[in-house]
């Protein structure tokens, strides 16, 4: 007698999505938020930690996920607390719980107070210095366990909005994404870049008075650069270096990866060698954006340089 094959088991329901917000105030928490109720988040901002159990039983992060942010704001609020109901989060089968710590410069943070004429939550009847000091330093084990540290002292409002898309797109397929970026080192690495390549080696169109106007968009300055004699070995070097790497960082579980290509003025040279490993990429089928930081930044082009 023949038996008839069991029915297949069927398929494991994936866990439920749990974005915690956490960092510094005036890092930027409300524009994460409202960047991630626009990719079908529900998004609860201010949560008392003792209510977040309450809102789990009522929720269903399966159907929708959730972004919460819980900060310094919140009255029962304290950074070993958050780390026990982290700890309790990820221990559920039912739920992949993912922490964002913002993070952001303190002159920036300082201005961004001054500017809005908002009282720091911990500055009390101190000093806004005094309040981001002291809260830098509740937030410093938050932010040793985060899954995603985004700095956002360089960053537009489009740009935080974009990493976070990079990183929590409810839609996102497993591929990697990569985001390039020129910049000019005269102005400050970019803090969220994952690995940065300098290109100052290579020859400066700078010092050429018809090329100094121009930028690595402008085939002038393209041909000039792709002419140095080192430019193919090392762009080879570099191909070549990234190609077996990529693979390994989606294996990690690595969703979003940022390239940064650096220069002196970041106008001429990391534009173009941006431009040319956005183009690489995206023959070998990875989805990428482009971005040229400070392209249009006047102070990033001091005489001298390019």
Known sequence: MTMAPSPPAPAAEPPGRVVLVTGLSGAGMSVALKALEDLGYEAVDNLRLSLVPALLRQADPRRRPLALVIDSRTRDFSAQAFLDELEDLRARDDLDVRM???????????????????????????????????????????????????????????????????????????????????????????????????????????????????????????????????????????????????????QEG???????????????RSVFVAEQLAAWLTELGIRVNLSHRDLNRQNARPNGTG
């Open 100 to 250: 964002v710590f913002l993070d952001c410069g303190d002159e920036v943070l300082q201005r961004r107070f001054t500017e809005t004429r908002r009282r720091h939550p911990l500055a009390e009847d101190r000093t806004v210095p005094d309040g981001i000091a002291r809260e830098r330093t509740l937030l410093f084990p938050l932010k040793e366990q985060a899954d995603v540290t985004i700095d956002t002292t360089q960053l537009s409002i489009h740009d935080l909005r974009r990493m976070l898309s990079g990183h929590f797109q409810r839609d996102a397929q497993a591929a990697l994404q990569v985001f390039v970026t020129s910049f000019s080192f005269r102005l400050g690495l970019p803090r969220e870049a994952d690995l940065v390549f300098d290109v100052r080696f290579l020859t400066n169109p700078h010092y050429d008075p018809a090329l100094r106007a121009l930028t690595g968009l402008d085939p002038a300055v393209a041909a000039r650069v792709a002419g140095d004699a080192d430019f193919p070995a090392f762009f080879a070097n570099l191909t070549g270096l990234l190609r077996p790497l990529l693979p390994r960082f989606t």
């Open 254 to 268: 690595k969703s979003y990866l940022t390239i940064a290509v650096g220069c002196t003025g970041g106008k001429h």
